[in-house]
C-alpha cells in the first residue's frame, strides 16, 4: 500500500524558514518524480513543485521560485521541502504527492500545515 | 503559465441526476488534462487522467471528454459519496496548473 506521510507544519514568522518531510513507502520512490502541492485555507489547489527520480531536474510554481527548494533522499525514501523567506500567503496544507507518469498525482499524504503569522 | 478555467465554481444536484463540469485551458494541452475528487478534510483523490482514463477503482458513472483546450467530466446517476469538490489539471507544460474547483452539493 502506497503512503505519504508529510510532517515538519508549524506556525512560523514572516521571514522565517521552515523545512517540510514527507516519508513514503509501499511503492519504488528511486523510480518516481515527487511532487509537493499545497491548498491554503478554504482555497483550491496550487502546484508547488516536483523533483525528478534522481533529483537532477526540480521545477517551481512561479510563487515560491528562489524561496523554495526542493529535495530527496532516496536512500531513505524521503522527500523534502526546504521554505525560506516565509510570507504571510505561504500559509497552506502542504501535501506531497507520488506522480505516476506525465505529471499525474495519484497519491497523496494527508498534508502538514503551515502557518505563517506573527 | 496555462491558465485552467473550471465551470460552474458550484453545482446543486440530486442523487440520481447526471451532471457536467467543465475544464478549459488556455492554449491547446493535446489530453493532458487529469481530475481530481476532493472531500472536506480529505486529500484529493485521482479520478482520471489523460482526459478521459479512469484510474483503477473509479466507479463507471464517472467519465471524461475532450481535446484540445476543452474538456468535460460528468458524473452519471450521482451517488451520495460523489458531493464533494472537484479539480481539473494540466499535465502539458510547468508550472502544473489547476483549475478553481467545482464544488458540487447536494439540491
Known amino acids: 500500500e502506497v503512503q505519504l506521510v508529510e510532517s515538519g507544519g508549524v506556525v512560523v514568522q514572516p521571514g522565517g524558514s521552515l523545512r517540510l518531510s514527507c516519508a513514503a513507502s509501499g511503492f519504488n520512490f528511486d523510480a518516481n518524480i515527487m511532487h509537493w502541492v499545497r491548498q491554503a485555507p478554504g482555497k483550491g489547489l496550487e502546484w508547488v513543485s516536483l523533483i525528478s527520480w534522481d533529483g537532477g531536474n526540480t521545477y517551481y510554481g512561479d510563487s515560491v521560485k528562489g524561496r523554495f527548494t526542493i529535495s530527496r533522499d532516496n536512500s531513505k525514501d524521503s522527500l523534502y521541502l526546504q521554505m525560506n523567506s516565509l510570507r504571510t500567503e505561504d500559509t497552506a496544507l502542504y501535501y506531497c504527492a507520488k506522480d505516476r507518469g506525465n505529471w499525474v498525482f495519484d497519491y497523496w499524504g494527508q498534508g502538514t500545515l503551515v502557518t505563517v503569522s506573527s | 503559465d496555462i491558465e485552467m478555467t473550471q465551470s460552474p465554481s458550484s453545482l446543486s444536484a440530486s442523487v440520481g441526476d447526471r451532471v457536467t463540469i467543465t475544464c478549459r485551458a488556455s492554449q491547446s494541452i493535446s489530453n493532458y488534462l487529469h481530475w481530481y475528487q476532493q472531500k472536506p478534510g480529505k486529500a484529493p483523490k485521482f479520478l482520471i487522467y489523460a482526459a478521459s482514463t479512469l484510474q483503477s477503482g473509479v466507479p463507471s458513472r464517472f467519465s471524461g471528454n475532450g481535446s484540445g483546450a476543452d474538456y468535460t467530466l460528468t458524473i452519471n446517476n450521482l451517488q451520495p459519496e460523489d458531493f464533494a469538490t472537484y479539480y481539473c489539471?494540466?499535465?502539458?507544460?510547468?508550472?502544473?496548473?489547476f483549475g478553481g474547483g467545482t464544488k458540487l452539493e447536494i439540491k
Open positions: 489539471q494540466q499535465g502539458y507544460s510547468v508550472p502544473l496548473t
